[in-house]
């Protein structure tokens, strides 16, 4: 699965919109992006994934560059209760590999009223 | 529908004696992960699962460790003679079969077992 890259730590303010980076230069054309995000103590949660096209669901937008080399979620109105680690994994899709995901470091987000 | 469920939720063991935990994937579904998580770090994969079969054990530890998800029951992670290094939450996944042509995507997490070994 190729590598992703995301900034430690940012900090957004309570009801506005939250812009999460990730750097997945290394993509290949059958990697699909996911993200979840694991709120403290409890375990982790989906939130969204796609492919190359940007993808919308009720909790996040999932915008994915032309080249694929990155992309951003977006929590359009974080809440307190957005305040998370945020993980982006890049995974393959082959039948071996199951639903596998291998975990990096994350974007410790925290929302300030 | 239920979700995953873990259990213990907290669980203390003293070094040497054995840990086990358990975990009921949700309906339906036949595939089971289970990640560790040390105090302070990421998550580390250590097993997949289906009934009866062990997928891909790439991040089990060689020794003290096993993992089982038998036809009848829940899965269960073993842990012989505990050390203090063992102390985590241990977090259990579990996905749907995949469908021909087409994938899910997704893993649902339960809750967690935060093992402390004293």
């Known amino acids: 699965d190729a590598k992703t890259t995301q900034p430690t730590s940012m900090d957004c303010a309570e009801g506005r919109a939250a812009n999460l980076p990730c750097n997945h230069s290394?993509?290949?054309?059958?990697?699909?992006v996911y993200w979840y995000r694991q709120i403290h103590s409890q375990g982790p949660q989906y939130i969204i994934h796609?492919?190359?096209n940007n993808e919308t669901n009720e909790m996040a937008s999932l915008i994915i560059t032309e080249d694929r080399k990155s992309s951003t979620l977006i929590l359009p109105h974080a809440t307190l209760r957005d305040t998370a680690v945020y993980y982006c994994?890049?995974?393959?899709?082959?039948?071996?590999?199951?639903?596998?995901?291998?975990f990096g470091g994350g974007t410790r987000v925290l929302v300030k009223p | 529908n239920a979700g995953v469920m873990q259990n213990p939720r907290h669980l203390v063991r003293r070094r040497g004696q054995e840990a086990r935990l358990r975990c009921s994937p949700m309906?339906?579904?036949?595939?089971v992960y289970w990640y560790r998580q040390l105090p302070e770090e990421g998550l580390k994969f250590m097993v997949y699962?289906?009934?009866?079969?062990?997928?891909?054990e790439s991040g089990m530890p060689k020794e003290r460790f096993s993992a089982e998800f038998p036809k009848e029951g829940p899965s269960i992670l073993r842990i012989q003679q505990v050390v203090r290094g063992d102390s985590a939450a241990y977090f259990c996944?579990?996905?749907?079969?995949?469908?021909?042509?087409?994938?899910?995507?997704?893993?649902?997490f339960g809750e967690g077992s935060r093992l402390t070994v004293l």
């Open positions: 309906k339906g579904h036949s595939h």
């Open positions: 996944a579990s996905s749907p079969r995949r469908l021909a042509g087409g994938h899910t995507g997704e893993l649902f």
């Open positions: 994994i890049v995974r393959l899709t082959i039948k071996a590999a199951g639903n596998k995901l291998t």
């Open positions: 699962l289906q009934k009866e079969n062990i997928i891909d």
């Open positions: 796609g492919l190359k």
């Open positions: 290394t993509i290949s054309g059958n990697e699909y």
